[in-house]
């Protein structure tokens, strides 16, 4: 078996094939490979149990290690999703928040399994990012009080217009 030379292990309570098959349902260049079953009985499990999943997540690949509740997921590692429309900020937030997730604030979420993402609208990236700082900072200043990013009231604060 070949891997790639990096991988992301991301370690679940026991859910890590049904965690892999909706992110490959959610986001494109996305599938599952590989399922591993544990050899012999382990702290997290029995033998025959779901022990690893092969998956690759927007062509990032990873492993799903059902290793039990010891080590939880948490805001430090966070998949940050890019997007390019309304629509598609949408489609991801309400995939995730609507299967069992957490809304957080500023663009930031949480899967069922307790996986934090980003879904990060492209223009409001451009805008904190920019040359323009004072539209940076409205912008910046707009983000910060929203749960979804909402392109549209982005944009406004870019302009410098009320919202």
Known sequence: MTRDPVTLCLWYDKDAEEAAAFYAATFPD??????????GDNP????GDVLTVD?????????????????????????????????????YWNAIVGNGGQESMCGWCKDKWGLNWQITPRAL???V????????KRAFEAMMT???????AIETAVRGEPG
Request: glycine share 12%; hydrophobic share 35%.
């Open 30 to 39: 996305s599938r599952v490979g590989a399922v591993h079953r544990a050899p």
């Open 44 to 47: 997290s499990g029995r033998e």
């Open 55 to 91: 998956f690759t997540v927007l062509g990032i690949p990873c492993v799903g290690l059902n290793g039990g509740p010891a080590f939880p997921h948490s805001e430090a590692f966070s998949f940050q999703i890019h997007t390019g429309t309304q629509e598609e900020t949408d489609r």
């Open 125 to 127: 990236t451009d805008a």
């Open 129 to 136: 990012m920019g040359d323009d700082k004072a539209a940076a």
């Open 146 to 152: 929203m749960k979804k990013i909402d392109v549209a």
